[in-house]
Each structure stands twice: as structure tokens, then as C-alpha cells.
């Protein structure tokens, strides 16, 4: 699936108040959905950006060979979710901020894994 339609399934699932497809390299969304006034989709992208960034850092500091499947960021109020695509898509990653009180965090994680594995860039 392309970059709008995956952005368009990120949205779909329950909850959902943004979704962007990040390049952690540079810390640019390559497209964004959703946010709005309740959330800047390119202050959270930079700022996820940091945290995959720092999450690389450690595992190569402890040396362990393993890659993330996901990170969880839990608010008062919300779930934000950041999954890296496969290595396939180099440096990207998806990032989806859910209402706490709307979705359901094991559904989202599943759904934002299949549209991470179905995305063609």
C-alpha cells in the first residue's frame, strides 16, 4: 500500500488522533493525517524522531543484535505508538497518538504492524 492509504488505515483504527510516516533520519514526515490543533503531527514527528534515534543508540551500546518491533509512549490521555517499517524502507518509521479512552492498544498495535508490513514507498 502506498503512503496515503496507510496513513488512512492508521486513522481508521479506534481512537485515532494522528498518524504520520516518518523519516528518522532526518526527522521529516514523508505524510501526515490527523492532529489538528489537538496534536502538531511535525512537533511529534522531530520529537519521536529523538526518541528512535536514542532507542538505535542503546541497543548498539549494549550490543544486542535485536531490532524494535514497537515503542509505547503511554499519556494521562493518550497512547503514542511508533513502529519502524522493515528494513526494507531504510530509516522510516509510522507514529499513530490514540484517545486512551477510544482505542484499544493491542488492536492498534496489531492494525499499525499489518499497515507497516503492507507499506510500499
Known sequence: MNIETALKEAMAIDGAIGAALVDY????????LGGGQELDLEVAAA????????????LTALGLDESVEDILITLSGQ???????????????????????????????????????????
Do not use: C, Q, W
Open 25 to 32: 533520519e532526518s526527522g521529516m514526515s514523508l505524510g501526515t
Open 79 to 121: 497512547y503514542h505508538l511508533i513502529r519502524p517499517t522493515s528494513n526494507s524502507h531504510g530509516s522510516l518509521f509510522l507514529y499513530l497518538a490514540l484517545d486512551r479512552s477510544r482505542g484499544n492498544l493491542a488492536l492498534a498495535r496489531h492494525s499499525l504492524k499489518h499497515i507497516a508490513n503492507s507499506l510500499k514507498v
Open 47 to 58: 520529537g519521536n524522531t529523538e526518541v528512535v534515534r536514542a532507542k538505535a543508540r542503546t
